[in-house]
């Protein structure tokens, strides 16, 4: 909190800013189109194993450097890591504190291998990070690093498949963003606004704060719903309209969040999704669920499907 995290936002900043997500991006269309090639001629896939699940994990890779044959520890320890966010963390201790122990052993290594060997990546860029004089110590380093492999994992992949279950069920928007790929900007913060993955978040009260006539004293645990604020009437004209060419309101969607914990990687996942929902949308047209849809449990902090069976025109 305060200068620390001050400091550390002035640090990281510009290693996070729209123009380096950029870069990325004709990597993350050849990602999606790899992933929906095995599919496309069988016109049917689970979703969320198929597509959603390995969609950004090389991408993540890609952004730190990292081989490309430890995608699938990325993706299991992003997964128990985020666990301590769960209702039901305190039963799965174990597992948690032992893919922290192995991700933080990994990470070590990582940027002891970018010191040796400067590279075109994040690991790089974090490590080259200074101002006036100041730059990321050792622990510091892995805790960026940490945040990048863990945050940027499950809230993209889930984020995906709750943007495809909300299409599914408004098939007109679907095949209009098909006709115009140029809308996916807006498609991106419709879908995050109308259906987050991050539906509230975990805020400790600064200051005695009065709201509507309840008093929440200083150092009070709150959990801001952010899908509530989503669905705001006096910021969002029609809020429960789901419409993909929705004009910008007053102030952006807040399932990145607000103030200053707004989101460190929002350029990345905005660009993530703003890539592969196009070439979804081209290349699965009328797509449909296809069978039960499984969710995960309410108790989970980042939400989507476990499984969605889909079906699409077959190419």
């Not at 400091?7 to 189109?33: C, H, I, K, T």
């Not at 952010?226 to 929705?246: G, M």
């Not at 350029?267 to 449909?288: G, T, V």
Request: hydrophobic fraction near 40%; include cysteine.
């Amino acid at each position: 909190e305060g200068d620390v995290h001050t400091r550390l936002r002035r640090l990281v900043a510009p290693s996070f800013s729209p123009r380096a997500a950029d870069r990325l991006r004709p990597f993350m269309r050849e990602v999606m189109n790899s992933l929906i090639d095995p599919v496309a001629k069988n016109g049917m896939c689970d979703l969320a194993t198929d597509i959603c699940d390995p969609y950004p994990i090389p991408i993540i890779c890609e952004l730190l450097g990292a081989p490309k044959e430890d995608w699938q520890l990325f993706s299991r320890w992003a997964e128990d890591v985020l666990r301590i966010f769960n209702a039901t963390a305190s039963e799965e201790l174990d597992v948690i504190f032992k893919a922290q122990d192995e991700l933080g052993q990994y990470t070590r290594q990582l940027i002891a291998d970018r010191r040796s060997r400067p590279a075109d990546d994040l690991i790089t860029s974090l490590i080259a990070a200074e101002e006036a004089g100041d730059k990321l110590d050792e622990a510091e380093l892995e805790m960026m690093v940490e945040a990048v492999i863990v945050g940027g994992t499950d809230t993209t992949r889930n984020q995906l498949g709750c943007s495809i279950a909300l299409f599914a069920e408004h098939p007109e928007q679907w095949q209009l963003l098909a006709e115009r790929p140029e809308l996916a900007g807006k498609a991106v913060e419709e879908t995050m606004r109308y259906f987050g993955a991050v539906r509230a978040t975990g805020r400790f009260a600064s200051e005695d704060i009065e709201y509507k006539g309840v008093l929440f004293p200083k150092g009070t645990l709150v959990t801001p719903s952010l899908s509530i604020a989503n669905r705001d009437e006096t910021v969002f004209n029609d809020a429960n309209v789901f419409d993909i060419t929705r004009e910008p309101a007053g102030q952006p969607q807040m399932t990145f969040g607000s103030g200053i914990h707004y989101c460190l990687g929002a350029a990345l996942a905005r660009a993530e999704q703003q890539e592969a929902l196009p070439i979804m949308a081209q290349r699965m047209k009328n797509l449909r669920i296809d069978g039960a849809v499984t969710w995960k449990p309410s108790t989970v902090a980042i939400f989507g499907p476990e499984n969605m069976p889909i079906s699409f025109d077959a190419e």
